[in-house]
């Protein structure tokens, strides 16, 4: 008990500390959302194997934990926010996105994902490192999904795009971070209830590939760049043109993440 009293105190002293930056994919709700979703489509066996790992605590606890690391003085987990992102030149066809991403570094969303999966298969990784990984999964398969996650350096994914958010100081990376998500007034329980409502859903957007995921993104990405061009007043108007598109991210991201826990864990 005290152990765990002194991680919560950790991670909450951490999220203060950077509570005023752009890195957090999907803002901490956005995240729980997409893991709570993941949660519900798990199989028994792959539900038993996980809390093997992590006992009964729910898998959106942990959804934010690769965000929090970055600040560790673990140098090897700080040294991970590139793990978070795959930037690529604009308006790819699949064919040329795909060629990219082969030809990317090993530090990136794509590698790094792809990397952490394998490694969580592993029988021999230890307890600890299997943890680690789990958290990973959760994590950068949510990234995946958000698109300014998967757009363009020159900008920092948008995070340089300045932008009024009904009257707010804002950037776009920020707008698809939280600020569309929060704007719902959802809690991450009630959220990932309303927007994973159809049992066919999970057939219809998981029978793809990941490189089919992250092109998702980088399409969408490169629409919202060119909306922003014209308008970087954004408030009711954006609201209704993006507010599906976004919530459509986060339902596949968690139906996604689910088929994936349950194919090493199930």
């Not at 066996?45 to 929090?68: M, V």
Request: net charge neutral; with cysteine.
């Amino acid at each position: 008990m005290y152990n765990m009293k002194l991680v919560i105190k950790f991670i909450m002293v951490i999220a203060l500390s950077i509570q005023t930056q752009h890195g957090f994919s999907w803002g901490m709700t956005g995240h729980r959302v997409i893991a709570e979703i993941a949660e519900q489509h798990l199989t028994k066996k792959a539900k038993r194997n996980i809390q093997k790992l992590i006992g009964h605590q729910k898998l959106a606890y942990w959804s934010n934990w690769s965000d929090f690391i970055k600040s560790s003085p673990d140098t090897l987990l700080a040294g991970t926010g590139s793990w978070h992102f795959l930037n690529t030149e604009a308006n790819l066809s699949f064919d040329q996105f795909t060629t990219t991403l082969q030809s990317t570094s090993d530090n990136n969303l794509y590698k790094a994902y792809k990397r952490i999966k394998l490694e969580l298969a592993k029988d021999d990784l230890s307890i600890q490192k299997k943890r680690e990984a789990l958290y990973f999964m959760i994590h950068l398969l949510a990234d995946a999904h958000q698109p300014m996650h998967v757009s363009r350096a020159v900008d920092l994914g948008g995070n340089k795009i300045s932008v009024k958010f009904f009257g707010r100081d804002s950037n776009i990376h920020r707008v698809w971070d939280s600020d569309l998500v929060d704007n719902e007034k959802y809690s991450y329980t009630e959220y990932a209830a309303v927007l994973d409502c159809e049992k066919y859903f999970f057939k219809q957007y998981t029978n793809s590939t990941y490189e089919e995921w992250l092109y998702e993104s980088h399409q969408l990405a490169n629409i919202i760049y060119d909306d922003v061009a014209k308008n970087n007043n954004l408030s009711y108007e954006y609201i209704f043109k993006f507010k599906d598109p976004m919530e459509l991210c986060l339902l596949k991201a968690g139906l996604r993440l689910g088929k994936e826990l349950n194919e090493i864990f199930g």
